[in-house]
């Protein structure tokens, strides 16, 4: 099975600083790789689809990259309201769809 | 408005019985997969199954095969989840999500708002 690591697993930022979060598959996923953002006592939200796609209505301070093992997730200016915490998700013919650990971001 | 809406919060014994809900609208309900993801208490999402509500086709994942059962009745837009005998292990937040269609196929891109299940002596 493909294993899926983040890092850090929790940061603390201030207003207007860029955040970064790194995702690692275990073997090669090509692009098939997505982020979402859970706020507290919500539901996940799909923030960036096959690495590097923006949802549609996500503001454009969320960018995602990279390919084969190694992906970068970047909120370029953090705001109050990117309070949450962000996880990676791969998916695989066999077993499915792996999501990371979680990284929560706080403001500092 | 596309949406799921899940069916409420459940209080249960350990060795009873359970089926919660997921009802699709505002799409074509059975030409989109839907899955069932599990999060427990304070941890991460952990993905449970699929199915698609057109033929019924249902994989697990390995973690979760033959721990419960995924359904779905087309005629009335509902995906369900299921314990034929709950484990106080099974506390946990569980949502289900549509899987994207074309561009969007490898992602999950509407989320039900939860169902909370507490199984407790």
């Known amino acids: 099975d493909i294993q899926m690591t983040q890092s850090p697993s929790s940061l603390s930022a201030s207003v207007g600083d860029r955040v970064t979060i790194t995702c690692q598959a275990s073997q090669d996923i090509s692009n098939y790789l997505n982020w979402y953002q859970q706020k507290p006592g919500k539901a996940p939200k799909l923030l960036i689809y096959d690495a590097s796609n923006l949802e549609t209505g996500v503001p454009s301070r969320f960018s995602g990259s990279g390919s084969g093992t190694d992906f970068t997730f970047t909120i370029s200016s953090l705001q109050p309201e990117d309070i949450a915490t962000y996880y990676c998700q791969q998916y695989d013919n066999l077993p499915g769809f792996t999501f990371g650990p979680g990284t929560k971001v706080d403001i500092k | 408005e596309v949406q799921l809406v899940q069916s409420g919060a459940e209080v249960k014994k350990p060795g009873e019985s359970l089926k919660i809900s997921c009802k699709g609208s505002?799409?074509?309900?059975?030409?989109?997969?839907i899955g069932w993801v599990r999060q427990m208490p304070g941890k991460g999402l952990e993905w449970m199954g699929i199915i698609y509500p057109g033929d019924s086709d249902t994989r697990y994942s390995p973690s979760f095969q033959g721990q419960v059962t995924i359904s779905a009745d087309k005629s009335i837009s509902t995906a369900y989840l299921q314990w034929s005998s709950l484990k106080a292990s099974d506390t946990a937040m569980y949502y289900c999500?549509?899987?994207?269609?074309?561009?969007?196929?490898?992602?999950?891109?509407?989320w039900g708002q939860g169902t909370m299940v507490t199984v407790s002596s």
């Open positions: 999500a549509r899987r994207g269609f074309s561009l969007r196929l490898t992602a999950f891109d509407i």
């Open positions: 505002g799409y074509s309900f059975t030409s989109y997969w």
